[in-house]
């Protein structure tokens, strides 16, 4: 038997690819090493999957760090957050805003989510617990072989996911399978994840479970940096500052030391300028002066760090003094390592863009073959974003198959 359509990988992207092909009555296999379908899709989100967020296109393009992210231009127009909120409505699992900006089910269920897809897509097209070994093409026909049987179909759509929680099915399988089919990629390293510092460990313990409000983090040296909060951990740091840097502290890594740069205060150099000359004139002493810049937490163990006694500001000496200033501004602090591949929340990484067709998810290289969500090199933060990449992808692969089947 020869199918219209293999997908391989029942994660977000292949489950939305297989809703769209059934819909249209084109005839596909969906095949999943896993037990289950949408495994990772049920543990997003906190198990209530943050499905998209309520932004227009181009602001949503405009969040992303990556390079070539004007490749989602004509993706995400095609199906972006307000097709996706529309999508569920018209399946019975309507969306609710969070926050102003993330759409969750009302149900605040990922299972929800999840039924969506499975209440539309006929199980006797879904192969579980059958993992593919080679992807090759004979003539114009792929063959699909796994340990014990092989299939074969006119499209194979990729939808295998990153390395990120291989316990989910995500172990990067699709990789393997480009570099066989000759199509490049770059290796998945993480993203969007924490980092782990023995410095913060040993030196500043005390704000374990402490958080700096929407402070910009800066990597020194670097012209990297991200906004946003930051948590003090009992290994590091996390926090949406960090989790956002992580993938240029990881690329960082690779060649020198990552020193970071955290403001432990929301004041400017010339604010603290003010503040501490303030401060002389009322010959105040320097904890006082430093709590008018930061938290009585915070200026106390800034004293017991630099070994610095509570006295006048004015019989600090003025290399003291700036140094308490640059670390407001910016106190320093070395990361050791950051959080491992498999356990971050997204990857960066995948088949490069520049294989693909950004209309259809087609590769350039072979016919027939589409490569789609997490197994791609497209990526964004946490808030929806993932999610949305992995539905728009899906759908405009689909529809190019459906176009093409309506053709023959």
């Known amino acids: 038997m020869i199918y219209n359509t293999i997908i391989i990988g029942g994660g977000t992207s292949g489950l939305m690819c297989a809703y769209q092909l059934a819909q249209a009555k084109v005839d596909f296999l969906l095949i999943e090493k896993n037990e289950s379908l949408g495994k990772k899709?049920?543990?997003?989100?906190?198990?209530?999957?943050?499905v998209t967020n309520n932004l227009d296109v181009d602001?949503?393009?405009?969040?992303?760090?990556?390079?070539?992210?004007?490749?989602?231009?004509?993706?995400?127009?095609?199906?972006?957050p307000s097709d996706i909120l529309n999508f569920f409505a018209e399946n019975n699992c309507p969306l609710v805003l969070e926050d102003n900006l993330k759409y969750f089910p009302k149900s605040n269920r990922s299972q929800d989510v999840l039924n969506v897809f499975l209440n539309k897509i006929p199980m006797n097209h879904v192969k579980l617990n059958t993992a593919i070994t080679k992807i090759y093409k004979d003539g114009d026909?792929?063959?699909?072989?796994?340990?014990?049987?092989?299939?074969?179909?006119?499209?194979?759509v990729l939808a295998t996911g990153s390395k990120s929680y291989p316990h989910t099915g995500s172990s990067g399988d699709g990789l393997k399978f480009a570099k066989d089919l000759g199509i490049?990629?770059?290796?998945f390293t993480p993203a969007e994840t924490h980092i782990y510092s023995n410095q913060v460990?040993?030196?500043?313990?005390?704000?374990q479970g402490y958080s700096l409000k929407n402070v910009v983090v800066r990597i020194k040296g670097r012209n990297k940096k991200a906004q946003g909060d930051v948590l003090f951990t009992h290994f590091g740091l996390s926090g949406p500052a960090i989790m956002h840097l992580s993938e240029d502290i990881y690329d960082c890594l690779q060649n020198q030391k990552v020193i970071l740069q955290i403001p432990l205060g929301s004041h400017s150099r010339e604010e603290i300028d003010d503040l501490f000359n303030i401060s002389r004139t009322k010959n105040m002493t320097i904890l006082k002066?430093?709590?008018?810049?930061?938290?009585?937490?915070i200026a106390n163990l800034l004293l017991e760090i630099g070994q610095i006694q509570n006295k006048n500001i004015n019989e600090i000496s003025k290399t003291t003094i700036q140094k308490l200033k640059d670390a407001l501004l910016g106190y320093e602090i070395t990361v050791d390592r950051v959080q491992d591949v498999t356990k971050a929340f997204v990857n960066k990484g995948g088949i490069s863009t520049?294989?693909?067709?950004?209309?259809?998810?087609?590769?350039?290289r072979i016919a027939n073959l589409y490569c789609i969500g997490e197994t791609v090199d497209l990526h964004g933060p946490i808030g929806g974003y993932n999610i949305t990449i992995a539905l728009s992808t899906a759908v405009a692969a689909a529809k190019n198959i459906i176009k093409n089947n309506s053709q023959d």
Do not use: A, W
């Open 184 to 187: 490049d990629y770059t290796d």
């Open 141 to 156: 026909i792929f063959i699909v072989e796994c340990l014990n049987d092989k299939f074969k179909s006119r499209n194979v």
């Open 201 to 207: 460990v040993k030196e500043l313990s005390v704000l």
């Open 289 to 297: 002066t430093l709590e008018q810049c930061t938290t009585k937490r």
């Open 354 to 364: 520049r294989e693909l067709s950004p209309k259809s998810m087609e590769t350039k």
């Open 41 to 50: 899709l049920l543990i997003t989100g906190g198990k209530r999957c943050n």
């Open 59 to 80: 602001t949503f393009i405009q969040n992303l760090t990556l390079p070539h992210k004007r490749f989602l231009y004509s993706l995400l127009e095609n199906f972006g």
